[in-house]
C-alpha cells in the first residue's frame, strides 16, 4: 500500500510558475513508475507527465510539453512537476499517480492516486 500526498497548488499569474511535491509514504517508492494528471471543472482528466522508476525516462502531455518538467528523488520518496510559463487553461486539480510498471503509461489504470492540488492561474 501506497499513500500519496499533493502539496505546492495555489494562485499564479499567467507566465508564472510553481512546483508540486507529491510524497510517498510507506511501500517501495523506487518500485513506482510516477505521473501526474490534471482535471478541470466540466473536463476530463489529462495525462500531464510521466517518469520511470529510475527517472531516466520521461513523457508530457502535448499542451505542456516544453514548458514542465517532472523529476523524481527516490531517496525523498518525491515526485516533482515543475510548472512554467503558466496559462490560465492549466487551471485544474492536479492528481499524482502510481505504477507498478517500470514505465508510466498514461492509458493504464494506475494503482494509487494523491488526494489533488489546486492550481489556479489568473489571466
Known amino acids: 500500500q501506497v499513500q500519496l500526498v499533493d502539496s505546492g497548488g495555489g494562485l499564479v499569474q499567467a507566465g508564472g510558475s510553481l512546483r508540486l511535491s507529491c510524497a510517498a509514504s510507506?511501500?517501495?517508492?523506487?518500485?513506482?513508475?510516477m505521473g501526474w494528471f490534471r482535471q478541470a471543472p466540466g473536463k476530463e482528466r489529462e495525462f500531464v507527465a510521466g517518469?520511470?522508476?529510475?527517472?531516466?525516462?520521461?513523457s508530457y502531455g502535448h499542451s505542456v510539453k516544453g514548458r514542465f518538467t517532472i523529476s523524481r528523488d527516490n531517496a525523498k520518496n518525491t515526485v516533482y512537476l515543475q510548472m512554467s510559463s503558466l496559462k490560465p487553461e492549466d487551471t485544474a486539480v492536479y492528481y499524482c499517480?502510481?505504477?507498478?510498471?517500470?514505465?508510466?503509461?498514461?492509458?493504464?489504470?494506475?494503482?494509487?492516486w494523491g488526494q489533488g492540488t489546486q492550481v489556479t492561474v489568473s489571466s
Open positions: 517518469i520511470s522508476r529510475s527517472g531516466a525516462i520521461t
Open positions: 499517480a502510481a505504477q507498478s510498471g517500470m514505465r508510466f503509461i498514461p492509458s493504464t489504470p494506475a494503482e494509487y
Open positions: 510507506a511501500g517501495r517508492f523506487s518500485n513506482y513508475a
